[in-house]
């Protein structure tokens, strides 16, 4: 099974920019989408940004202008680059990795993004 890892969060200050990357323990050639997904304190998970393999990519409203989603399947990682952070965007940010044929949904363990001054 794909095992996924995220890295290159932290703490930034507003108005900063921070770049994700989900490293995969193998090919993500087959996955259909790739996603970033995020999860406040005391809310629910929610989308960030999607990218199917064919590039198209879906970005959420509270995102969009600011973030953008890149993957490299000869890689094998999915990248979030952030800009213009805001203390909102303060949450723990997980990769997503997805296949239609077998329903496969791996999930990576997070990591944190703190927006604060």
């Known amino acids: 099974q794909v095992q996924l890892v995220e890295s290159g969060g932290g703490l930034v200050q507003p108005g900063g920019s921070l770049r994700l990357s989900c490293a995969a323990s193998r090919s993500i050639f087959s996955f259909n989408v790739m996603g970033w997904y995020r999860q406040a304190a005391g809310k629910e998970r929610e989308l960030v940004a999607i990218i199917l393999s064919d590039g198209r990519t879906t970005i959420a409203d509270a995102v969009k202008g600011r973030f953008t989603i890149s993957r490299d399947n000869a890689k094998n990682t999915a990248d979030l680059q952030m800009n213009g952070l805001k203390p909102e965007d303060t949450a723990v940010y997980y990769c997503?990795?997805?296949?239609?044929?077998?329903?496969?949904?791996?999930w990576g363990k997070g990591t944190l993004v703190n927006v604060s001054s």
């Open positions: 997503n990795a997805f296949r239609y044929y077998d329903g496969a949904n791996i």
